[in-house]
C-alpha cells in the first residue's frame, strides 16, 4: 500500500525533503506545491538530492506553484498537476502524507 | 473495520503550540479507544528528552502529557534514530519508552497505517 | 469510484496552503467525491473568524471558504480548545468565558478533535493543508 507525500516548505528552509526521501517507500509517490518546488531549480542542491533517491518513486509538482516561481526546471521526471489531477492522484494512492 | 492512524510528530516542545496539539489529538484518539501510534521526527525527537525545564519559560510540562499516553492506550511510541544522531541525542535517556527506529524500519511502519497525519 | 474524504486546514486565511486547501476541495467535489467532514484546527480555527478584513485587490480566502461550505452544505468543524485560545467564540463560549464578541461565522460549529476521528473512522481518504 503506497503513500503520496506532499511537501510545501522551502527544501532550503525546512527539513521535510530531507526527512520525506528518508522515509519514502519504493513505489510511492511526492507532490511539491508551495515553497517546496523549489526543489525542482536545475543545479540546486536539493535538485541533486530527488535525482540521487535511491528508491524508486514517481514525482509531481502543483503546476501553478511553479509558473509563479519561475523555475528552470532540473533534469526530473516531474509531472505537473492542476487541481483535478492532485485530487485524482489522492485517490490513487492508499494514504496521503502532508508534511508540515 | 477500524481504521488506524500513524501520528508524526515533528514540532520542538517549546517553539510554539504544534507539539502540544499534535499530542492533543493522540489524546483523543485514545480517549476513543481508537488505534494510534506516534512517531517523533525532527524536532519532534526533543518532546521525549528528559531533564527538560519548561517552568523557566512559564511553559506547561509537556511530559505529564507523554506519559498519560499509556493511560489513554496509546502505548506504541516511536522515535527516529536520524534525528536522535542529528541533534547528539543517542546516547541521551528518554523521559518516556519510544522504540528507536532506523529509516528502513520507519518506511514500513508507515505502511501498517490507514492514514498518515504529520503535524 | 467516489471516494470519502476527511479535509484538515491548519493554517490562517492569509497562508498559501489555505487558499490550495479550498481549490482542493473544491476540486474533490467537482470529480464527484464527497467531502464528509472539513475540520479546522491549529491556525485553521482563524478561518472561521467573521471579523476578517481583506483588501479590496486580494482575495478573500476566509470569506469564500463561508461561501463553499455554505453551498454545498459541508460539515464545517473548528476545534473548540484550539479556537478558545486563538480568541475565536460562538456565544456559548463568549458567555461562558465573559468575552464582548461573538466572531465564528454561521456555517462552522465548535466541537473537539473526538470530530475529526469520527470523521476518519467514516472516510477513505484523509488530506491536511498547513505550515505555508
Keep these: 500500500m503506497t503513500t503520496l507525500h506532499i511537501l510545501n516548505a522551502?527544501?532550503?528552509?525546512?527539513?521535510?525533503?530531507?526527512?520525506?526521501?528518508?522515509?519514502?517507500?519504493?513505489?510511492?509517490?511526492?507532490?511539491?506545491?508551495?515553497?517546496?518546488?523549489?526543489?525542482?531549480?536545475?543545479?540546486?542542491?536539493?535538485?541533486?538530492?530527488?535525482?540521487?533517491?535511491?528508491?524508486a518513486y514517481r514525482l509531481y509538482a502543483l503546476e501553478e506553484d511553479v509558473c509563479a516561481r519561475?523555475?528552470?526546471?532540473?533534469?526530473l521526471p516531474v509531472t505537473l498537476l492542476d487541481y483535478p489531477a492532485f485530487v485524482a492522484l489522492c485517490v490513487e494512492y492508499a494514504r496521503v502524507n502532508s508534511w508540515t | 473495520m477500524i481504521k488506524s492512524v500513524l501520528l508524526i510528530s515533528r514540532q520542538a516542545p517549546w517553539a510554539g503550540l504544534g507539539a502540544?496539539?499534535?499530542?492533543?489529538?493522540?489524546?483523543?484518539a485514545g480517549a476513543f479507544d481508537l488505534p494510534l501510534s506516534i512517531l517523533f521526527m525532527d524536532d519532534g525527537v526533543l518532546q521525549l528528552l528528559d531533564k527538560q525545564q519548561p517552568q523557566t519559560l512559564e511553559q506547561k510540562d509537556l511530559s505529564a502529557n507523554l506519559q498519560a499516553l499509556p493511560l489513554f492506550g496509546i502505548e506504541q511510541l516511536y522515535v527516529a534514530q536520524h534525528c536522535l544522531a542529528q541533534r547528539g541525542l543517542d546516547h541521551r535517556t528518554l523521559a518516556v519508552a519510544a522504540e528507536v527506529l532506523d529509516d528502513s524500519q520507519i518506511q514500513q511502519l508507515i505502511r501498517q497505517y490507514d492514514y498518515v497525519m504529520t503535524l | 469510484m467516489a471516494m470519502k474524504f476527511v479535509i484538515s486546514v491548519l493554517s490562517a486565511s492569509h497562508a498559501p496552503s489555505t487558499r490550495r486547501a479550498l481549490r482542493f476541495a473544491q476540486a474533490t467535489l467537482a470529480?464527484?467525491?464527497?467531502?464528509?467532514?472539513?475540520?479546522f484546527y491549529q491556525d485553521g480555527v482563524l478561518i472561521?473568524?467573521?471579523?476578517?478584513?481583506?483588501?479590496?485587490?486580494?482575495?478573500?480566502?476566509?470569506?469564500?471558504?463561508?461561501?463553499?461550505?455554505?453551498?454545498?452544505?459541508?460539515?464545517?468543524?473548528?476545534?473548540?480548545a484550539a479556537a478558545l485560545r486563538r480568541g475565536v467564540l460562538d456565544q456559548a463560549e463568549a458567555q461562558r468565558y465573559q468575552r464582548d464578541a461573538v466572531n465564528l461565522a454561521g456555517v462552522y460549529q465548535l466541537s473537539g478533535l473526538g470530530q475529526l476521528h469520527d470523521g476518519l473512522q467514516q472516510a477513505d481518504r484523509f488530506i491536511s493543508f498547513g505550515g505555508e
Aim: aromatic letters at 2%; glycine letters at 2%; charged letters at 20%.
Design chain 1, 10 to 55: 522551502s527544501p532550503v528552509h525546512a527539513s521535510q525533503l530531507n526527512s520525506c526521501l528518508r522515509v519514502l517507500s519504493v513505489e510511492d509517490a511526492v507532490v511539491l506545491c508551495g515553497e517546496a518546488v523549489q526543489a525542482l531549480r536545475i543545479g540546486s542542491e536539493a535538485a541533486k538530492q530527488l535525482q540521487a533517491c535511491d528508491r
Design chain 1, 70 to 75: 519561475a523555475i528552470d526546471l532540473a533534469d
Design chain 2, 20 to 28: 502540544a496539539e499534535a499530542l492533543d489529538i493522540a489524546l483523543a
Design chain 3, 31 to 39: 470529480a464527484g467525491h464527497e467531502i464528509v467532514r472539513v475540520f
Design chain 3, 48 to 80: 472561521a473568524s467573521n471579523n476578517i478584513v481583506v483588501a479590496q485587490d486580494q482575495q478573500d480566502i476566509a470569506k469564500q471558504w463561508q461561501t463553499f461550505i455554505a453551498e454545498h452544505k459541508l460539515d464545517a468543524v473548528v476545534c473548540i
